[in-house]
């Protein structure tokens, strides 16, 4: 049998699915809300009545604090003292007439003096009474307002089973959640590992033109150098060369897409992991919700009880050298300025 504790738990983090909503909002200070024009805004009754319960306490710790009403002190009817205090400002207070005037009466003096001490602690005191009395007129005008609102602006709590079935919702929720950030992380896993695979053939055929280009370099310079004058054969070479490189920035431009593929699908790949964890730590948290408020677990999802993904994916070997090669300009400005065009 769920308590009042419960329900008031449950309403403060749950909606139930079934249409009944729950408004639990947070109460500092107590600042009873005006009543919602929408029914379907208002608070339970039990908050209501939480609210009102918290008013109440406010207002008799209000009352608690008005001090008893200050009696104001009679002013002296003698003129001869009336004459030696005059006003201080406009808030009633009174200060002693400075200096004295000649020939006064030290009895004077002294009942004057006495009774502007009197009449400023009155003034300090009333003060206070009326902040005081002002506060707790406002707290009691706020328990009045959460008294309505509990009797005028309250929708009535669920019952045990409307919210059992309402957690039994939010889980089923929570585990389609799961299952199609696995179906998301599948999908990503797979783009990964295609560009992965894609990398590395672009990579191994990157390497191969690479020395290819090189060999066909190194054949053409012996030949520059050995001092033999056969045009068809030099010709040929050259040809060699040219060929060479032309496969080499298609290499380059093929290493490069293949290379920012990759990076996107691992990217990808790690925002899936990301999403997934974050939807099995959800649902985690919301089955055991479920079953502290008394689910029968047989109602709901099997539990997963997997640990969270860490989000590793393998890198290339040779990735960053062969790629820094490539775009620093080792092959020369002319097989630089190719690629650049071809891209």
Not at 206 to 215: E, K, L, M, Q, S
């Amino acid at each position: 049998m769920l308590n009042k504790k419960a329900i008031a738990a449950f309403a403060a983090g749950a909606t139930l699915l079934s249409g009944f909503a729950f408004a639990a909002p947070a109460m500092a200070d107590v600042n009873v809300p005006d009543c919602p024009a929408n029914k379907a805004d208002w608070n339970l009754k039990s908050k209501n009545e939480s609210i009102a319960a918290l008013a109440k306490k406010a207002w008799d710790d209000a009352k608690a604090e008005v001090p008893a009403v200050p009696q104001e002190p009679q002013e002296p009817s003698k003129a001869e003292v009336k004459a030696l205090y005059v006003a201080d400002g406009n808030d009633g207070k009174l200060k002693m007439v400075t200096p004295l005037p000649n020939g006064t009466k030290p009895e004077d003096a002294a009942a004057a003096q006495a009774y502007v001490n009197q009449k400023n602690k009155y003034v300090g005191d009333k003060a206070t009474y009326d902040a005081k009395l002002a506060a707790a007129n406002d707290a009691h005008a706020q328990y009045l307002k959460a008294l309505d609102n509990v009797n005028n602006c309250s929708n009535p709590d669920p019952t045990e089973d409307q919210i059992k079935r309402a957690l039994i919702n939010k889980v089923r929720l929570a585990k389609m959640n799961l299952d199609n950030k696995d179906d998301e992380l599948a999908v990503a896993k797979n783009k990964f590992n295609d560009a992965y695979k894609a990398l590395v053939a672009a990579l191994a055929e990157f390497n191969a033109r690479v020395n290819a280009f090189n060999d066909a370099q190194e054949k053409l310079n012996a030949f520059l150098t050995s001092g033999t004058n056969d045009s068809a054969t030099e010709t040929r070479l050259r040809d060699a060369v040219d060929r060479a490189k032309a496969h080499l920035v298609r290499a380059m431009n093929a290493l490069d897409k293949a290379t920012a593929d990759y990076n996107a699908a691992l990217a990808a790949a790690k925002a899936a992991v990301k999403a997934y964890n974050e939807a099995l730590a959800l649902y985690k948290a919301v089955y055991n919700e479920a079953v502290a408020a008394g689910v029968n677990p047989s109602l709901l999802p099997p539990v997963v009880t997997s640990d969270p993904l860490a989000p590793t994916f393998p890198a290339v070997p040779g990735l960053k050298h062969a790629y820094a090669s490539a775009m620093s300009g080792k092959f020369g400005k002319e097989v630089q300025a190719a690629a650049k065009q071809g891209q």
